[in-house]
């Protein structure tokens, strides 16, 4: 065939084979249909040809654009001094945007404080009585109705804002101009003379927070200073900082402390009065006229003063007041036991949340005699070493075993602040927690008798060390904790238990405060309260069974109906040691006070048990220790986290436990600690530290006469009957007055 006769839809192409190349292409032609690589290459090489064209096309057009708006925004421009200004103004905004952000994180705590039911949170009205049935204060609504604003005197008025916020009514919730002002006279008398909070700023920490000194509270409380203006009229907040705060003499509330110092109602308080209940509000124990009241009247003469100087009134409006000073009805001067009230009265509302009656009688477990000895201990205490031991605070817990409060210190002094140290604070254990470890040993088998080696352990980063700086090699464990070897725990948590079943063991014996994970706890590294450790050294006289405490034991409403009662309606102890765990705590305890780090803590004849603890550059002491009636906890500090003058848990704390251990047994039968059977062990006449010149300057307290335990509990058997036949014959109408709490007298146990 000739090539001009070859069919059309053949062509001659290139060979692209080699020897095992296709054989059609051996033939020199293919078909139309199969376009040759050649031709495809030229199709991508189109492709990319658009592309780089395209992107080109799109980029040179980006370039115009952003020309076109550069050169817009160059009229805009600005050289010399307005640059400056634009500079600044956009790192304000930069800065701004970051701080909002910051701001939000910092507020979002503050705002959850927020969701609690504050308005109705006093809606409780309740008359508090002591386990003898004797009236010892009131919490709640109780005291008086809250006046309206409007309805109270003007010139009452006047001296609140002349002498707490002259600018209440300018300023949003923070006062900065008044803060300056602030700042400036302490500046010039080199001392705290003026706060710089505003109204609104106290009633944010009487409604939502604690008088605790910290940065957290401070910036929460500015927060809800804020959001109370956002929410709240002026008249309002004034209202409700006139209804919640303290004023001195167990009074929460202006009219409550008018009725209080002057029997009459609030709306009828003259001028110099007005000036006396204003001058409370700074300092409530100091200036409370039924205790001081040259005082209350030099008070409410600054306070007149602080009325003219603001403007709200004249000298010649106040001469009368000056010249005729207010008077106080009389009053006895004892005491409530404010801290305990407060911390019963946050339990009523717990427990009594469910009820319908509001309004009720509840009888708590306090006993007064055993509350004045525990704050005369630690007042003694600070009075007489609390200058060379460089302490300013103290707090105790004292639990009848068996779980009933019978007394708490919450701080040196209610009326200058009412936080409560005993179960508010959070303060690192030292080595009273090391309690909690060996519970866990000796719960999995180990032994008083078991021999452990004291040597260098390392965990992570971490090495630990004695408080000696040396180690003792083999001891047995009872050694170890008698004196309080660090490196035990240490070793036992590394390598025995993990630090996940020493938590486990806290939680089970009662410490509610939630426990760091961290390898440095067995040393007490984590924040626990006064009150966690009371409840849980309690455990162990206890036998191991929870301590159960508590310190309500009924609640009643006003017809004698009891809502409430302990014994019935409490759940029953659980074990959380075994008794032969107990046992074996019992036995280590009870050598410390004697051959340990607590010499100072031994009850005098009568079998102690108990456990030092000394916190990192002595910034915390403790002494946690119990006998067969008694557990308690005993908490030496300062509220700004200021190092003592070397002061160890042996020192103070357990010199004052021993103080009121020695009042609180006599006259009353004493009870073995469990588990313990052999005779109170010799104790080492030398010294843990020498404390001061007389180490025994504590004087010992006496305990009144009283009925012995039998005696008590037929007397209140018979009462309790006495009162069910009264109930039951009594008419209707005067079945109430039968079951009303007495109010008048008091007793001594």
């Known amino acids: 065939m000739a090539d001009n006769d070859k069919p059309d839809d053949l062509e001659p192409v290139e060979r692209l084979g080699g020897a095992d190349g296709d054989d059609r292409l051996a033939s020199g032609s293919v078909s139309k249909s199969e376009k040759p690589p050649k031709l495809k290459r030229h199709i991508f090489l189109k492709i990319d040809s658009w592309l780089d064209s395209t992107l080109w096309n799109a980029g040179y057009d980006l370039a115009e654009t952003w020309e076109e708006i550069t050169i817009f925004f160059r009229r805009f421009r600005v050289r010399g001094l307005k640059k400056l200004g634009f500079e600044i103004a956009g790192e304000a905004m930069t800065l701004g945007t970051a701080g909002s952000v910051v701001l939000l994180a910092l507020a979002q705590p503050a705002f959850e404080e927020t969701k609690k039911d504050w308005r109705n949170h006093d809606n409780f009205a309740v008359t508090f009585l002591d386990r003898y049935g004797n009236t010892i204060g009131h919490r709640g609504i109780i005291h008086e109705n809250s006046v309206p604003v409007d309805e109270l005197p003007d010139h009452l008025v006047k001296a609140v804002l002349a002498t707490e916020d002259r600018r209440f009514f300018e300023h949003f919730g923070i006062d900065f101009f008044g803060l300056a002002r602030a700042m400036s006279e302490n500046a010039k008398a080199g001392e705290v003379v003026q706060g710089g909070s505003t109204l609104t700023q106290q009633l944010a920490k009487n409604l939502f927070l604690t008088n605790e000194r910290s940065i957290e509270r401070k910036i929460k409380e500015a927060f809800l200073s804020l959001w109370l203006e956002a929410n709240l009229s002026k008249k309002e907040i004034l209202s409700l900082y006139l209804d919640r705060a303290y004023m001195g003499g167990g009074t929460f509330g202006a009219a409550a402390a008018s009725q209080f110092y002057f029997g009459k109602n609030i709306t009828e308080v003259t001028l110099a009065e007005a000036a006396m209940l204003a001058g409370l509000f700074k300092a409530p124990a100091k200036y409370a006229p039924h205790v001081n009241l040259p005082a209350a009247r030099a008070r409410a003469n600054d306070v007149l003063t602080n009325m003219v100087q603001s403007g709200l009134m004249t000298e010649g409006q106040v001469v009368a007041a000056r010249r005729n000073p207010a008077s ?20 009523v509302q717990r427990i009594a949340a469910r009820f319908k009656d509001h309004t009720l009688v509840v009888r708590t477990t306090i006993d007064l005699g055993l509350q004045q000895a525990a704050e005369e201990a ?5 009075r007489e070493y609390g200058e060379s031991y460089n302490v300013k605070q103290g707090a105790l817990v004292m639990v009848e075993n068996g779980g009933a409060v019978r007394a708490m210190v919450g701080g040196r002094d209610y009326g200058e ?39 260098p352990v390392a965990w992570g980063n971490w090495s630990p060390q004695n408080y000696g700086r040396s180690f003792a090699g083999r001891i047995t464990m009872e050694t170890a904790l008698a004196k309080s070897i660090n490196t035990i725990p240490v070793r036992l948590a590394k390598e025995k238990f993990g630090i996940d079943a020493i938590i486990q063991t806290t939680k089970a014996m009662g410490v509610e405060t939630p426990i760091k994970k961290d390898v440095t706890i067995p040393l007490g590294t984590s924040e626990v309260t006064v009150m966690d450790q009371a409840t849980a050294y309690a ?7 929870q301590s159960r405490r508590h310190g309500i034991a009924q609640i009643m409403n006003y017809a004698g109906d009891v809502l409430y009662d302990f014994e019935r309606d409490a759940p029953p102890a659980e074990r959380i040691l075994s008794e032969q765990a107990a046992r074996s705590m019992n036995q280590m305890m009870s050598k410390i006070p004697y051959i340990g780090t607590a010499r100072r803590a031994a009850v005098d004849g009568i079998l102690t048990a108990g456990k030092t603890g000394t916190t990192q550059a002595y910034r915390d002491a403790w002494f946690v220790g119990y006998t067969g009636n008694y ?37 009353i039968d004493l009870k073995p600690i469990f588990g313990v059977d052999q005779p109170m062990p010799e104790k080492d006449a030398k010294p843990e530290v020498a404390d001061a010149a007389n180490p025994d300057a504590l004087p010992p307290m006496v305990r009144p006469r009283s009925l012995s335990s039998q005696s008590t509990r037929l007397i209140r058997d018979l009462g309790a009957r006495l009162k069910a036949a009264n109930a039951l014959t009594a008419p209707s109408g005067t079945a109430q007055a039968a079951t009303e709490p007495q109010t008048t007298g008091s007793t001594t146990r």
């Open 539 to 545: 455990v162990l006289p206890a036998g191991g069974y």
């Open 417 to 455: 602040s009412q936080f409560n140290r005993s179960t508010k604070a959070l303060r690192q254990p030292g080595s009273s927690f090391k309690m909690y470890t060996y519970a866990l040993a000796m719960e999995n088998g180990y032994t008083p008798e078991t021999v452990v080696v004291d040597a």
């Open 378 to 382: 630690v007042a003694s205490s600070l």
């Open 631 to 667: 557990t308690a906890a005993v908490w030496f500090g300062n509220d700004d986290y200021t190092s003592t003058n070397n002061m160890t848990g042996g020192s103070l704390p357990a010199m004052t436990f021993k103080k009121l251990m020695d009042y609180a047994h006599q006259g």
């Open 328 to 347: 106080v009805i009389d009053r006895d001067e004892k005491e409530a036991p404010d801290f305990f009230l407060d911390w019963a009265f946050e339990e």
